[in-house]
């Protein structure tokens, strides 16, 4: 096929960060970190617990489990999420199919490119401005709802992925309701009100990160800090490589590896509907110069037209309304991220 003429080129041209390293380019000043460092892979670990998911499904949820949760959701916001319904062979599957869609060509993957305005597809940080810092990093956006689906952005090789991620869909929607249920029990309030904010039409999003090796671990960063703007998300983490980590009381702490569970982070609209009780933890994930790293980060973000706000029961005397009702709150976010702010202090009160 001709090349079209650039005049007529809708989209700049984009270098991955994969292709950066594929062919040796020496590393691009808007990588570097000169003010401070990329961050260090060896610091403290995370200590969050590890909640069994049949436990807090029963009608008698364990007290012991519940309250496990909600100590993890306060302090860390964060934990890990076993007995969730998905075998350890297929969470690997998931994960062998997000290898082999990095591990394609590069003009395959272009055909799932991000469109110059839009937020599906293949791509990596938009470039807003000359002094914005880049992530290492390469991602591929979806949104896994069946009715919001955008196929043209669904890869069609490897031939498994559509299958293996419509299955995954499938299982997290029910361990989504089973989470949200058990963080309001474990708050003493209605099994609904979580989900009912939550709402019907909530979009799960998925981002497929794929951190290459990195020359300067001590320079770059994989995913520059940040709080997510969901309800919660779900990581999954590469098998073997290490990256992310929380930051808690100024300080930085790695999440470990267990192969067979999910990672479930709060976001900011849980910390706004919890009224301030369940934190959204601020992370980011650190490079590596042995070894390259994937992860599949799943955000389940509430109905656009839904109101989010603090839970009334969770406002008293004792705990004033913190934050303010909102709705769309993932336009409010992009638009602090891009000026290096966090979107949850423009709904405080
Ligand atoms: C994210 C995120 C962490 C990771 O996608 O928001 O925090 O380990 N990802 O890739
Ligand atoms: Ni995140």
Redesign the pocket.
């Known amino acids: 096929m001709a090349e079209s003429a650039p005049a007529f080129k809708t989209q700049m041209v984009w270098k991955s960060v994969q292709e950066l390293v594929l062919n040796g380019d020496e590393l691009p000043e808007n990588y570097i970190h000169k003010d401070r460092d990329g961050g260090d892979l060896d610091v403290p670990l995370v200590e969050i617990p590890v909640v069994n998911l049949g436990q807090l499904k029963s009608l008698s949820t364990s007290k012991e489990e519940l309250q496990k949760l909600r100590s993890a959701l306060s302090t860390w916001g964060c934990f890990q999420v076993i007995n969730h319904g998905m075998t350890p062979s297929f969470l690997d599957e998931v994960r062998e199919v997000t290898k082999q869609f990095f591990a394609l060509p590069m003009e395959e993957k272009r055909k799932y490119s991000r469109e110059a305005d839009g937020i599906e597809g293949y791509g990596n940080d938009k470039i807003l401005s000359e002094k914005q810092i880049l992530n290492w990093s390469d991602r591929l956006y979806i949104t896994l709802n069946p009715e919001q689906r955008k196929l043209k952005f669904w890869p069609e090789n490897p031939k498994v992925f559509r299958d293996i991620l419509n299955d995954y869909t499938i299982k997290l929607s029910i361990v989504t309701a089973v989470i949200l249920t058990a963080m309001a029990r474990s708050l003493d309030l209605e099994d609904n009100c979580f989900l009912d904010q939550y709402g019907k039409e909530a979009t799960m999003r998925a981002?497929f990160?794929y951190y290459p090796k990195c020359p300067r671990p001590d320079l770059v960063i994989g995913?520059e800090e940040?709080a997510?703007a969901s309800a919660i998300?779900f990581?999954l983490?590469d098998n073997e490589v290490e990256?992310?980590q929380f930051q808690k009381d100024n300080q930085w702490f790695k999440v470990p590896i267990i192969p067979e569970a999910l990672l479930i982070i709060v976001g900011d609209q849980t910390e706004i509907m919890s009224n301030g009780i369940f934190k959204s933890p601020v992370?980011k994930?650190v490079t590596n110069s042995e070894r390259e790293r994937i992860?599949l980060?799943v955000f389940c973000l509430p109905g656009l037209n839904e109101e989010i706000g603090p839970i009334d029961r969770l406002v008293d005397e004792s705990r004033p309304r913190l934050y303010k009702k909102v709705k769309n709150y993932v336009g409010i976010y992009f638009e602090y991220y891009q000026q290096g702010k966090r979107a949850i202090e423009a709904v405080k009160i």
């Open positions: 981002g990160n995913l940040h997510d998300t990581l983490q990256g992310l992370h994930v992860s980060s």
